[in-house]
């Protein structure tokens, strides 16, 4: 836990790692097994369970819990009270332990509040969950998801402003990055491209 910063009424348990730069905020509670990287913000009341991994520059917002399975990769935003799930069919009386499912999130993603991710998805790079959306299913780089069930409803820049449909292409208004699209699939263009 070298350089991290603990508020004394969170619990992080012998056996978790904390990068440096990182902060638990109020009431948190980290388990052993768990990996937390570098410069990470846990807000209020978040639960991260053994067996989870959190890359670098993560922020995650009060009231959520990451679960056993769940992998959130560099820079990767959780909304407040946003759910992640890792059994698909849950009982009290019935152990699942054996049968959860990885959850993955990648990139520079965005989940926004009260958005529920049920377990086995990949959400791919840059892209964005809008508030409230119930996540079923993978999620491509860049899409912009809302709704219940979550559909892609548009294509998001890597500096989170919903991208401008073009001829053959995308665009961003605020940054001016461009884009390649090919059917669901879409890539950063590189300087001078398009």
């Known amino acids: 836990m070298t350089d991290s ?8 348990d012998d056996g978790a790692v904390l990068g440096a730069g990182t902060k638990v905020w109020h ?3 980290v388990m052993p ?8 913000s846990l807000g209020q009341n978040v639960v991260v369970m053994n067996g989870t991994l959190i890359g670098n520059n993560v922020k995650i917002q009060n009231n959520v819990s990451i679960y056993e399975g769940v992998v959130l990769e560099d820079d990767v935003f959780c909304g407040p009270s946003m759910v992640f799930t890792n059994v698909i069919n849950p009982r ?3 152990t699942r332990k054996h049968e959860y499912k990885r959850t993955l999130v990648q990139l ?5 509040a009260n958005a529920t ?3 086995g998805a990949t959400l791919g790079r840059y892209c964005f969950v809008g508030a409230g959306a119930v996540v079923t299913r993978d999620v491509p ?19 989170g402003v919903k991208l401008t449909e073009e001829i053959m292409q995308l665009a961003c208004s605020a940054c001016g990055k461009r884009y390649a699209r090919r059917g669901e699939k879409v ?8």
Do not use: K, N, Q
């Open 5 to 12: 910063w603990v508020h004394p009424s969170a619990f992080v």
């Open 27 to 29: 009431f948190c509670h």
């Open 33 to 40: 097994g768990a990996v937390i990287g570098e410069r990470c």
């Open 92 to 94: 009290s009386a019935v």
């Open 108 to 112: 520079g993603a965005s989940i926004g």
């Open 117 to 119: 991710v049920v377990c």
């Open 141 to 159: 780089d860049y899409a912009l998801m809302t709704g219940v069930p979550a559909r892609r409803t548009g294509w998001m820049c890597e500096c």
């Open 187 to 194: 890539s950063p263009l590189a300087e001078g491209d398009g």
